[in-house]
Each structure stands twice: as C-alpha cells, then as structure tokens.
C-alpha cells in the first residue's frame, strides 16, 4: 500500500479517480493499493513567539531579538483533525512508501515535507510532479514519479525562506510596532512593496506640470505635427507665419514591420492583463485560474515562465485547433480551415524551470463555458486566445512618414497601413467579443505586453513636391504628467522587475519582490494592514503607511534584500549553498536591526498616534489575554478576554484599540441556532473566515441542519451569514 499526500481536497479526489482509489473514508480515499489523502494548505506552521517562553506573549524590546534556538512547529485546532488522519495513514504497517502530490514548486515542497517531518515518519518518499491534473498528466505523472531526494535542497531552500520570513517579520514588527506604540506590520516583501507605492506618490506630490504647445497645419485628409515647444509666444509666431500658407510634400518614407506574437502568460502577465482588461485584482485572477486548474481546465498557474518545452510541441497543433474551434468569438475556426501554427515563438527549453507557461488543457475545448463563472470564463478565454496569438503569424505593417515644408517650418505626419493581421486578427475578434458583451473598453496601461496596438490612421497617397495650398494651422497645447499611481497591473510589473539594477550585467539572480504565487496576497496584505488604500483602480498610501516607510531602514524596505534572499536560495536549492551559512547571515541581519534601532525617531511618534479617544493604538505593553488569531480588518492580534475584566468588554477582541474589531460569545446569531461563539470556532473564523456545524437549529422547523457560518467584516460592521451546500471547514489556499 502507498500513501499519496496531497495539497488539497480537490486535488486527491482528482488523483484518487485516477489510480482508481475511490472509496471515500474519513480523511482520505482508498482502492487499489493507494492511499490518498490531503492537507488543507499549510497544515503545519512555525509556532508563534510566546512557544519559545512565556516572556515573548508581551511585546517588549528587552525580549528582542526572538532567536529560537530550536524550532518548534504547529498545526492549527481547526486541521488537527486532518493531521491526525495523515499521520495515522503514515504509521499503517501496510504502508510502505509514500508519494508526495503536494503542488509543485517551493512552497508545496514545504507543505508536504513539514507535515511528514511533524509526523516523524521515517518511510520512503517519491515525489509527483506534474503541470496539469487532467487524467493523462497525472497518468504520466505517477508513471515517472522520481525519488523525494531529489527535491532535499528545493525543501531547505522552502525551509529557510520560511525561517528567515518569520525571523525579519516577528522582529521588525514587534520592534517598530514598540517603538511607535502601535502595531506595525514589516515584512520581507511587503515593506519593499509599500515602498513603492509610497515613493510613487512623493514622486506625483512633487510633480510641478510644465505647459508645451506644438504648432499644426490642417492639410484636408491628415494634420501634421510641427515642433514641441516650451514657449507659447514663440508657438503662436509659427501658427500665424504658417496659417494659410501652401504647403510641400518634402519627403516621404515608407517602412515595413513586424510585430512578433506575443509570448505565453506566466502568472504575473496574466494578472496584469486582466487588471487592464476587466479591472480584477491580482488575488482575484489568482483565485479565478487555480479554479481552472482544479477543474482540469488550465495548467499549473503559480509559474515565471512563459514557454513551453520542447517535448510539447508536437502536440500543439492538435491542441490549438480545438481550442480554436471551441472559442465563441471565432467563427469556428474560419470556416473549419486548418490552422498553420508557429511553434518557434512558444517553444524554449532554456527558459522554463518548474513548470511551463500558462496554456488552456486538452479538456478546454469540451467544458461548458457557459457554466463557468463569469471570472473565471473570462480567464480561461484570455489563456485560450493567448496560446492562438502566440503560435500565429507576425502582424505586418508599413509605417509612412512625409515631411511637409510650410512658411520655412518643417512638419511631420505619419501614418500605418496594415499589411496582414496575422496574430492579432484572434486577439482583436477576441477584444471586439468583449465590448460586445460588455461595453469594455481596453485601458491603456504600462505597455510592457500590449496586445492591442493604438494604430495611426493610414496617410493618404503622398509623393515629393506635391502641393497643399492655404493650409490651416493652429496650436495644440498640453502638459507634462506626473507619473500615474499604481495599479495591480503596474505594481506588479514593478514588483517583478525590482531590483533589477542591483546586480552586475550577468548575474545569475532571481530579482524582484516576492513570486509570482505571492504578489497577489503582498498586495491584498499593504491593504487590510491599512498602509495602502484602492481608490477605484489606483493602490494610494495612507498617511501611516507613509510613515511607516519613513521609519524603516533602508535594507529592510529596498527591493535589494529579497533578491539578495531569492538568489542565494537558488543558490541552495542548486546545492550551491549550505542553508546553514543562509541562516546565519538571517540571525546577523536580525540581531543588527534590533541593536541599531532602540529608540524611535521622535519626529515619526505623533504620525502612529490613536486619531480619536487618546492612547496608544496599538498592542504593546497591554496586558491582554491569550492571542487567538489575526484581526480581519488591521491584522492585529485578536484575544480573548482575560478573567476578572469588565463584564461589558467582548469577549474577543482587537488589541489595535483604534481598530474596535470585537466578537461577543453570546451573539443573537449564534444563540438562534443554539451555538455559543466559543474559542474553538473563533479561532477558526478568524484563521479561515468560515466554519461548519451540522447541527444548527433552525427557528421555523425546530429541526438541525448543516451549513458553515461565514465571517464578513467592513469597515464598522461584523456579521455572520450561511453557506449551505459545503462541509469545507477551511478556505482553499
């Protein structure tokens, strides 16, 4: 017998069809000699601060740094139950080896290893990795499963980027969070990522707009452009000495080009694009395409590359032309015409490491997507359209440019005549299906991977000499622009591309803030941590965001020190590097931090003052009871109220007193189904944000019914709602 480990739910019920193991028990499904069973995301964690000693549950600068000396691990009381049933599943004698399925990549070597290290199981580990869960990839999968020491260095290279996580964001916000009196999350990445968008803002606040004004003529069919000036006297001198002046054909030039097709879509491009193009979140479109995932629908989404390996490419055709003719916005293919695809545009073996790019499955082109949601149908026909334009032909243009003389001033016009559409003939069908549907309107965004193109207008047939008489001219006036605040497209193009001139010309470094699976949740962290506010679309700091950013020292919150981290963790999951000497330069860093910064910068106090109701707002030095969980509107620690207090406080409550987050244990919700908000199922609202009773009492039948009980907090509100139809005690990570 042989135990497969899964990441989620949803995936070992995928791999249990497969290896024909579908009789469901409790935890896990069994048949033909497997096994297969799941965590529910990070099943086990680092233990919190005060599981090092009872010093560290009080915020206090004599106990810093927090250095643990051994590392102690947990796992949460709402996933007990399912690590009991893993390591039950681990001690069978039958079982004899297991095969990690967990997802694959970092993060998912360290799910599924923790967990086997928690349950001290000794046993031989294969490893499954795969880009897909449809039946032919895990088939494939499970037929070329390789040995689990393969992925030692890929596991310590996880471990000590969680370690050194824990130790710089435990520290540095237990630090500055004392030093200000309030609590001040610091983060790795997300420090460097509100960086950013604060100093994006100074940049826009210390903007000073300069007017230029650009002198024109009106030939009839075209206008052309004199020079921008800066000097509005001097633009009107050319308007007047100009207007109803003839004009002459001095020179025109004609230029073929080429637009290659666009590549494939990583995660980052592909949340990028869709900000543009519907306006959704980064974790929105990352929520959308792992639904596709799990529904077999999309390959593995948490990858940087945007190739395909060279073993896929002779089955490109065969995939392209279906998904082609499933397309609603295609016409069936032209007709049913068979497709000419260009492989050499998709296809780089070089330039993929765990996982290829994003492309739609074999099993697209039969799914209905009518029933899909709306987000996630829109995701799966921007991954579809995608493969098509990327193995198309080039887009061909001419680019004429005529030089006209006018009153001894020289003026230029230009114009573009498409040759053949080539790719962008799907992407613009695809496009013009949108507004259609919707009424969208592409928005102009960074231009880093535009697929569609604001075209000039085709001149009309000019030569030299030729003749326009008593033009007209006039003066078109602008300004300068600040730079544009970010939005998640943008950030996440900077996020991507910071520290990018950090290292030499050359350098083998894995640059930028974060991954492409953890941009998305950086982003949404700033947010509810109150740093950084969305404004329609835009991503603006808030004032203590700003000065948080104010505070911090610069290693902390330059984009330097997460590449220096992701390139020596290459260099260790390489084996290049002893996870050892990693940590040690962590343990350094962290002791540095504290003694450096012991004492708070004064002119910073009064900005992380309590704005009403006087005090301090935030945690340190109170006397609180035990910490349950995270606060779901500033991330402040939750506790529960500690014996002898005052009758009217809540029972649970935000230590951020500014944040007024409270839950009370004998709400009128729960005392209508005859439940009590204890500190189990608060705890596990305010982990997963939802929790599953069977036994609700309903007013109206006086019988008990199942649902799980979400949690939804706004800005002044915390209420309580049913979901019914699920017995998912957690939210998939």
Known sequence: ??????????????????????????????????????????????????????????????????????????????????????????????????????????????????????????????????????????????????????????????????????????????????????????????????????????????????????????????????????????????????????????????????????????????????????????????????????KKLCSYPRTDSRYLTSDMAKGLPVLVQTVADALPFSGGNNGGKKLAINPMFVVKDSAVSDHHAIIPTTAMPNADLSSLPSGERDILLMIATRLLCAVGKKHSYEVATAVLGCAGYAFTAKGKTVLDDGWKAIDSAFRASLKTKSGNKDEEGDGSDACGSGDDAALPKLSKNQPFTSVTAFIKEGKTSPPARYNDATLLTAMENAGAGDFPEGAETRRGLGTPATRAATIEKIIKTGFVERQKKSLVPTAKGTALIAVLPEDIKSPLLTAEWEQKLHLIQSGQLADSAFMDGIESLTKGLVAIHSAPLPEYVALFATPAGGGSAGTVGQNHGDAIGACPRCTSPVVVKPKGSKANLPDYYCTNRACKFAMWRDNRFFAAKKKKLDKKTATALLKEGRVFFSDLYSEKTGKTYAATILLEVTADKVNFNLLFGSNDTGKTN
């Open 1 to 294: 017998m042989r135990l497969v480990i899964c990441e989620k739910p949803s995936v070992a019920q995928s791999i249990s069809a497969v290896l024909n193991a579908k009789k469901r028990r409790d935890g896990f499904f069994e048949g033909d000699s497997w096994l297969v069973s799941w965590c529910y995301g990070h099943l086990v964690e680092l233990a919190p601060a005060d599981a090092y000693g009872e010093q560290f549950k009080r915020w206090a600068y004599e106990t810093l740094p927090i250095l643990p000396d051994v590392w102690q691990y947990r796992v949460s009381a709402d996933k007990q139950k399912q690590f009991d049933v893993l390591r039950s599943l681990m001690k069978r004698a039958d079982v004899k080896s297991l095969v990690l399925a967990t997802d694959a990549g970092r993060e998912g070597e360290l799910i599924g290893r923790l967990v086997y290290e928690q349950a001290s199981c000794t046993k031989p580990i294969q490893r499954l990795w795969i880009s897909s869960l449809e039946d032919s990839a895990i088939r494939r999968g499970f037929d070329s499963l390789r040995p689990g020491a393969d992925f030692d260095n890929l596991y310590k290279a996880a471990l000590c980027r969680s370690k050194a996580d824990y130790l710089v964001g435990i520290n540095a916000t237990r630090l500055f969070s004392v030093l200000y009196g309030c609590t001040l999350n610091v983060g790795r990445v997300q420090s460097p990522t509100l960086a950013l968008i604060v100093n994006r803002e100074a940049a826009i606040n210390n903007f000073v707009s300069e007017p230029f004004y650009t002198p024109m003529i009106d030939c009839g069919a075209f206008t052309a452009s004199g020079d921008k000036l800066t000097d509005a006297v001097t633009a009107e001198a050319v308007r007047a000495k100009t207007d109803g002046q003839d004009a002459v054909v001095v020179s025109v030039e004609k230029q073929q080009k080429t637009t290659a097709p666009p590549k494939l879509y990583d995660l980052t491009t592909l949340q990028r694009e869709a900000n543009k193009l519907f306006g959704f979140t980064a974790q929105q479109t990352l929520d959308y395409v792992q639904a596709l995932y799990e």
